[in-house]
C-alpha cells in the first residue's frame, strides 16, 4: 500500500455514521465505536469456553486522546490513558470479556458499588458454571462474594484492610512474622497473614472452607499460596499485547481504542489457533502469517481488478503514438507498442521474453 493512501485512510477512518452521532452520544458516551466494540466483546465471549480460574483487573492503555473519560493514574508507568476492566482466563490469557470505563454509570443502581457492579456484569456469561474468580483489594468485599456464591462461582481474593467486613480483632498491625489468623462465615473464609513484622495480608475466599499452612519457613497458608498463582492473568496479558502491538500515535480516541481491540484481537486468535490446531507456534510467527493472510485477499481483489481493467483497453496504443514500457526488467524508460499476453502490460523489446524457433513437428 502507498504511504499516502494508507495517510489518507487513517485521516478518515470512521466506525460509525457521523451524522447521527451527536443524538446517540447523549446515552452512550462510546458511541463513536460502540457498534464495532459490541460485535468484538461478542466474539470474544462466544468463541472460547474458559477454564476454572478467571482473573478481572483494570488495563490502562495509554493515550492522551481528547475525551471525557481519560483517566490520571499516578502509579501506572504511563499515567494517562484509556481505562478497560478486563476478564481474562487464568491459563490461556485469553481475553474473555472487557467493558471500558466511561465515568460515572447512570445505569447502576445507587446502592451498589462499582467493583460488584463491574465483577458481575464481566462474569456474567460464565456464571453457574462453578468457576472462581480471582481479583484485587479495589473489587473484593464480602457482599460480592455473596453474590457471586448464589451464581455458583467462588471468589478469592485481596482484601482493603479498611473494609467494614474485617474485624477488629484483626486489623491490629504489630504481628509476629509468619502468623496467620483466620476468620470465617457461612459465605466466605477470611485469612490474615504476616508476611513481614508490620505488613499484614487480608485474603478473603469462598472456595476455602479450611485453611492449611505449609511446612516452610514462611509458612504460607493454601490461600495466600493459590492467590499469588492465580493473580497474574491480566498483567500478562497486557504485557503480551504490548510487545507486539500496532498502536501508533493518535489524538483520536475512537482510533485508539481500534488499536487496542485489534492488539487483543491479536492475541485471541493466537490462542483460538493453538487449540483448534493443538500445535504450538511462536506469537510473533502467527501474527505475520495473519497480517500476510490478511493482506492476500485485498492484494488478489486489486490484481483482479488491475487486470481487468487492462483488458478492457486496446492491445496497441492509439495510432502515431506509443506507450511507456509497464515492465522495466531490463530497461529504464523504453517504448512499447505491444502489450504481455499475459500480464496486459506494454513490453518494450529489451523485456520481452525470447521464444526459440520450432519446427511445425515439435509444435
Known sequence: MPRNRFQDIMQHLRFDDRSTRSDRAKTDKFAAISSVWGSFVTNCITCYNPGLHITVDEQLFPSKTRCCFLQY????????????????????????????YLGKDPNRPSGERLSENVVMRLMEPFLDKGRNVTTDNFFTSLSLAQKLLRRKTTILGTVNKIRREIPQSARYKDRNEFTTQVFSTSAATLTAYAAKR????????????????????????????????????????????????????TRRWPVAVFYNMIDMAALNAHVLYQACTGTQERRVDFLVELAREL???????????KEQSLQTQPSTPSPGKRATCQVKHKCKNNHATVRCVHCYRYTCGKCRLQIPWQCQDCE
Open 73 to 100: 493514574i499516578a502509579s501506572k508507568p504511563d499515567k494517562f490513558g484509556i481505562k478497560f476492566w478486563v476478564a481474562c482466563d487464568l491459563k490461556s490469557k485469553y481475553i474473555c470479556n472487557v467493558l471500558p
Open 198 to 249: 508490620k505488613k499484614t495480608v487480608y485474603i478473603l475466599s469462598s472456595m476455602h472452607s479450611v485453611v492449611q499452612t505449609d511446612n516452610t519457613t514462611k509458612r504460607k497458608p493454601n490461600t495466600v499460596t493459590l492467590y499469588n498463582t492465580t493473580k497474574c492473568g491480566v498483567d500478562v496479558m497486557d504485557q503480551m499485547v504490548r510487545e507486539y502491538t500496532v498502536r501508533r500515535g
Open 295 to 305: 493482506a492476500n485477499s485485498h492484494m488478489a481483489g486489486k490484481k483482479a481488478r
